[in-house]
């Protein structure tokens, strides 16, 4: 993983083998069918490239193909400015924004590792996707 920032984004871009790994187990094969996930964008996205390598940025939660927003990857040969702060950590808010939480509270943002970050996001869609079918057959 690369990581730092890039203008006002913080970004952790994952290597070729990094990145089948993370689309793996971020499940996005079963989010965002035909996508493959590229790295993280400022903690809250993800960035995925479809077949034809285009990019996009995406939320973790809900990591659903309505809100891709195209997001162009800084060039292969730039340099993200290192922050010791936050390298080898993962903003995460403990109540997602999607389900209320609230974002500019401080009790609410935690930092986690890379493991428990993905077994959050698989987690909490999976949350998402429950209370979207619940939603509909109520």
Sequence with gaps: MHEGWHHNDYLILFSEPEAADASLRYGVAQWLPGFSAVGLRSWDNLIVKNSATETFSVPVVPMQAQYL??????????????D???????KWYAKPIVFGG???????????S???????????NEKYLAAKANASHG
């Design 69 to 82: 927003s195209p997001f162009a990857l800084p060039p292969a040969d730039t340099v993200l400015r290192g």
């Design 84 to 90: 010791e702060r936050f390298t080898g950590k993962i």
């Design 102 to 112: 609230a974002p500019d509270r401080s009790e609410n943002l935690v930092w986690v």
């Design 114 to 124: 890379y493991d428990e970050h993905v077994k959050l996001v698989s987690s909490w």
